[in-house]
């Protein structure tokens, strides 16, 4: 193979792991924002028509616009291998991310209830007796 060929496979495998890579953090904000079908459908709409464009720019670069079957199999190659290996890793750290913010936002919500009392300008009153008063019965209602 000349130089020129090497350079060609070198180029579609980078542009199927850059593709691949993209599916990952696609996929990582549909973790992030909690995605519902319909955020779903609209976000793999718009990953398909980006590849759509890479691969047409692909192929503009590779043989004056005309897709060949070396050109696919290698962007799908490095696509594959990209998204196999980064998905994992970036949902999983997604989803770590969004445990240790829902743990903050515990923390700081029990923490600010607790010092709200402190803040208010107004003083309350307090209750003589903070047991609860229970209506009495309708047999009790008799005897008195």
């Given at each position: 193979?000349?130089a020129g060929?090497?350079?060609v496979?070198?180029?579609?495998l980078a542009?199927g ?6 599916y ?5 904000l ?7 079908r319909?955020?779903?459908?609209a976000?793999?709409?718009?990953f398909?028509l980006?590849c759509a464009?890479v691969?047409?720019?692909a192929?503009l670069a590779?043989?004056?616009g ?6 696919a199999?290698l962007?799908l190659?490095?696509?594959w ?8 890793l970036?949902?999983?750290g ?9 743990r ?7 923490k600010?209830?607790?010092?709200l009392?402190h803040?208010r300008?107004e ?14 019965g309708k047999k009790a209602?008799?005897?008195a």
């Open positions: 193979m000349t060929v090497w350079e496979v070198f180029f579609c542009s792991a850059a593709l691949g890579t993209f990952a953090l696609v996929a990582c549909g973790v992030l924002m909690r995605a519902g319909w955020l779903t459908g976000l793999d709409i718009g398909c980006i464009a691969v047409f720019l192929a590779v043989d004056h005309r897709l060949r079957f070396f050109q199999v962007q190659l490095g696509g291998s990209a998204a196999a290996v980064f998905t994992p970036f949902c999983g997604a989803r770590k991310l969004q445990k240790f913010f829902a903050m936002s515990g923390f700081l919500q029990r600010t209830v607790r010092l009392p803040w300008t003083t309350r009153k307090r209750s003589q007796s903070r047991k609860k008063v229970r209506k009495k209602q008799k005897r």
